[in-house]
């Protein structure tokens, strides 16, 4: 017998706690309806009159994709669950004209049956195709459910390699995952027309996504046309070298119209995103200009990565554009500036070097489709020296219409305001050269009159000697703990492997901890970690450097915001067609998200900041690598940050490209049963020098 579905569920999360609620009853088409429900006295008129008013609304609505992705969203986030789009829709419009007019409890009644009716519709539907006893089954209707199974896996195939098919192959490639991207790869080696095929299909599905019409398509239809792109996207990113090294490939890039297709979908201006607002959030998920570009770029070097057709190209003129007049063109046109396709862009007044390549890559450009031709007549950097001029008056700033820009202005001046981290970078003929590691005499020199005659272990600076475990690989996925055995914390999932647990005597790790004494005389405790071997720096540690007030609440203030956001940029690698971008949940839309991204990279820059008189050259790689990558600046440095809260990890190896950083903000120490403090809680573990650093409150390694 089925269990009962139970009458009640509690609403998940209360839909004023959502980013975007406030700005809901602003956006056309609700923003007219409801002024058209108010008018026309809805809220008192008859039942059919509304019902009338809603169906009208909701075929509004969902003729717009942008719209159910907000109600499915929203919906989603109020409830955990997620219905079809028209009781999703229905149940979006109903809550907003029930808020509007102050009827609060009715709307949350609305959510209620929602989630109510969505649980037991699922429910339902899993019990109808589940036999709980396992006793009446019947060999014919398993036979029937297995032939249904056979049909859908069959259609889904079809569907998938439709265009392959029309374009005359009658044998289909194998599915491209992650065990047969292999077994792909050599189905299309050495055979042209297979690779034809390929260009040919990749070339329609990014074709059918970006530049058609979908009006007429609803979300389904939607969604099902972005992920054949995607599917693109990732085959394309699957070829290897002995494919697209082949003249075969070549040809047949340039024969099937792909090369066109991509070069206009890397067009540089926003002109793609402007003018196709269906894929504004699929830019900021999939990069499509970066990823597609880098595949091109990776092809040849003559494949076109931008045709000029697509860029007007605007008359040479003696005027020239102003500070002044380009925020009036901001504040005219504030969605000139990309931030729903890249959120990261709200930093391009942050600093010249921010400005020069937002110039380049889609500022000038965009500003030339829209006919603005004084820009051809501009020095960017005049421009940017005059704007920062403009942004001073605080009249140009509160004149500004848009929260959202007025939100960017605000918090570049407050992060400009913030002390300026030198950057030094070494030029040579081969372009950027990194400085990974730093000799002991190359450090940075404290000369400390207060321990100069005290023992070498009490000094304030301290240089200790290390060696390289070399079997320290055999620690990857075990766990150092101070705890004692009965009180380990073990793993969630340890995907059914023994997991290894270690304590700081099994593998005589050396203890770093802070010595207040030494604090207390000379006013730091610095300890640096060089490698016996060679000479060169290899860690460090400093406790409490020096921080002033006003740095102190700036690190507060970001803490208290950042909760709901631990880090900008996701990590890459677990989806398909996936790149370097940022979380799905950011949204620089709205003045709230704008001001979160600003307060990582406040907190950025103040870490950097903080570091410099210790580890410039660590300071120096980080700013040097993201730059010579390329990756989107995080206020005004190119690198990335996350916060974490009672972080906890097996041993692992980063693949960084140089040393990181890392700070402990807070530190709240556990006490035993005797009311003895765990002074080593939440420790780092530098396994592969032996050494074990026991972290403070406002320390930097």
Request: with cysteine; hydrophobic share 35%; glycine share 4%.
């Amino acid at each position: 017998m089925a269990p009962e579905v139970e009458k009640h569920y509690t609403v998940v999360l209360s839909p004023q706690h959502h980013p975007e609620i406030t700005t809901f009853t602003t956006y056309e088409p609700l923003h007219r309806l409801l002024l058209e429900r108010k008018e026309t006295n809805l809220h008192c008129a008859s039942r059919r009159k509304i019902e009338a008013w809603e169906k009208k609304t909701i075929e509004v609505l969902l003729n717009r994709p942008v719209w159910v992705y907000t109600a499915r969203h929203l919906i989603l986030w109020c409830t955990g669950v997620e219905p079809d789009n028209y009781p999703t829709i229905k149940a979006f419009i109903q809550y907003i004209a029930l808020t509007t007019n102050g009827k609060m409890r009715e709307a949350y009644d609305i959510l209620d049956s929602v989630q109510v009716d969505t649980v037991k519709s699922q429910k339902d539907e899993l019990l109808g195709r589940v036999n709980l006893t396992g006793l009446e089954a019947d060999e014919d209707e398993d036979k029937d459910e297995n032939e249904d199974e056979d049909e859908d896996e069959e259609d889904h195939e079809v569907d998938n390699y439709a265009d392959v098919d029309n374009m005359g192959n009658a044998e289909k490639p194998p599915l491209l995952t992650a065990r047969m991207v292999t077994a792909w790869r050599k189905w299309y080696c050495d055979l042209p027309d297979r690779m034809l095929s390929l260009c040919q299909w990749g070339a329609q599905s990014l074709e059918h996504y970006f530049f058609s019409d979908f009006l007429w398509l609803d979300c389904d239809e939607h969604h099902k046309v972005e992920w054949h792109a995607v599917e693109a996207l990732h085959a394309l990113q699957s070829v290897d070298a002995i494919i697209w090294k082949s003249m075969s490939w070549q040809s047949a890039v340039q024969t099937s119209g792909l090369c066109e297709t991509i070069a206009k979908i890397c067009v540089e201006s926003t002109a793609v995103e402007l003018t196709h607002p269906h894929v504004l959030l699929s830019f900021q998920y999939h990069c499509w200009r970066e990823t597609l570009g880098e595949v091109l770029a990776q092809w040849g070097p003559d494949f076109p990565i931008a045709p000029p057709s697509l860029i007007p190209q605007a008359l040479p003129s003696a005027d020239r554009l102003s500070g002044q007049q380009f925020l009036k063109i901001l504040n005219k046109f504030p969605y000139l500036i990309p931030r729903g396709a890249r959120p990261t862009c709200v930093f391009f007044l942050s600093s010249l070097d921010n400005f020069l390549e937002v110039w380049t890559s889609w500022l000038c450009p965009t500003l030339n489709c829209f006919g603005y031709k004084e820009v051809n007549s501009t020095n960017p950097k005049s421009l940017y020296q005059e704007v920062l001029k403009e942004m001073k008056s605080t009249d140009v700033v509160t004149n500004i219409k848009d929260n959202n820009l007025r939100a960017i202005l605000k918090e570049t001046m407050l992060l400009r305001n913030q002390s300026r981290v030198t950057q030094q970078v070494v030029a040579t003929e081969g372009g950027i050269k990194i400085q990974k590691a730093l000799q002991k005499d190359q450090l940075p020199h404290f000369n400390c009159l207060n321990c100069k005659n005290e023992d070498e272990s009490n000094h304030c600076v301290h240089y200790l000697e290390v060696e390289e475990d070399k079997k320290v690989k055999d620690l990857i996925g075990g766990i150092i703990t101070c705890a004692d055995e009965d009180d380990v914390l073990l793993p969630k999932n340890s995907k059914g492997k023994e997991t290894h647990i270690y304590s700081l005597e099994d593998l005589k790790l050396m203890e770093i901890s802070h010595c207040p004494e030494v604090f207390a005389r000379c006013g730091r405790d610095v300890v640096y970690l060089i490698n016996k071997e060679n000479n060169i720096c290899v860690g460090g540690i400093v406790y409490k450097p020096k921080v002033d007030a006003k740095t102190q609440n700036t690190l507060h203030q970001g803490h208290r915001i950042v909760t709901s956001q631990k880090s900008v940029k996701v990590a890459v690698g677990r989806r398909s067609g996936d790149a370097y971008a940022a979380y799905a949940t950011i949204d620089a839309n709205h003045s709230l998200e704008v001001e979160l991204l600003f307060h990582h990279a406040k907190d950025t820059s103040t870490l950097l900041d903080l570091a410099f008189p210790y580890f410039p050259f660590v300071v120096h790689n980080l700013t040097d690598v993201g730059r010579t990558a390329g990756i989107d600046p995080l206020g005004k440095q190119e690198c990335n940050m996350y916060y974490c809260d009672s972080y906890t990890a097996p041993q692992h190896r980063d693949r960084d490209a140089t040393l990181s950083l890392c700070m402990q903000f807070q530190k709240v120490v556990g006490v035993a049963a005797d009311g003895t403090p765990h002074h080593d809680e939440f420790g780092f573990a530098f396994t592969q020098w032996g050494v074990w650093v026991q972290t403070d409150e406002d320390s930097i390694w």
